[in-house]
């Protein structure tokens, strides 16, 4: 695949359509397409790709390039390609492309000797698509910067207020923490709201089987 056969399958997964069945439509056979994707050596021509088209016009070409990006790293790793990615999230200032990239950073184990202070960053987003994001990101790389940052949320006495912020960083720690954070988790093990703790929960029995293992 070259660089025009990558232009090809982005112009495809942004096809409109008229139909009953969005399974029969190009775009979704052209997504599902990019999902399978392994080859990293398509990672330099994305990145071509991606400054190419830095102006408002470009910013539908940008998120399927990042999504592409994305799936590429989750199917075959690749560290410079982790590193530009994440370096990324400074640069993108569109709330929908940066909780999507942030999305995409969930299915990969980011190495524990990466930089990942542009996710901490956004966890405190004004934008609550991003910011939500981000804390669902933070469950990907297991650092103590990490597990800081989800802290400063679980420790949130208002939980009406921060519900989503506390499930989404419980979850995340969930993945991520180790037995010392469990005095934490089990803050909210009886929150009356049923998201807070059953996250919780979960979270708990997720870091005492790790620690068996």
């Not at 202070?117 to 804390?135: C, G």
Request: net charge neutral; with cysteine; proline share 3%.
């Amino acid at each position: 695949m070259n660089k025009e056969d990558l232009k090809n399958l982005i112009n495809r997964m942004t096809a409109v359509e008229e139909t009953y069945n969005s399974e029969d439509t190009v775009s979704w056979k052209a997504t599902r397409e990019a999902e399978n994707l392994t080859d990293t050596a398509l990672l330099p021509i994305l990145e071509e790709i991606i400054t190419e088209n830095t102006k408002p016009k470009g910013r539908h070409i940008r998120n399927e390039a990042y999504f592409i990006y994305g799936k590429i790293l989750k199917n075959s790793f690749d560290r410079n390609g982790c590193v530009f990615f994440i370096n990324r999230l400074t640069v993108e200032t569109d709330k929908y492309i940066l909780s999507g990239m942030l999305d995409h950073l969930t299915d990969i184990e980011i190495p524990t000797d990466m930089d990942i202070s542009p996710i901490i960053l956004h966890t405190q987003s004004e934008k609550w698509l991003v910011r939500h994001a981000a804390i669902r990101a933070l469950g990907s790389c297991s650092t103590q910067k990490s597990r800081d940052a989800l802290s400063f949320y679980m420790k949130q006495e208002d939980e009406k207020k921060y519900k989503y912020e506390i499930t989404y960083a419980n979850a995340a720690m969930g993945k991520i923490g180790d037995p010392t954070d469990i005095p934490l988790l089990e803050r909210h093990i009886n929150s009356r709201i049923q998201d807070i703790k059953i996250s919780a929960q979960m979270a708990i029995e997720k870091i005492k089987a790790l620690s068996r293992t």
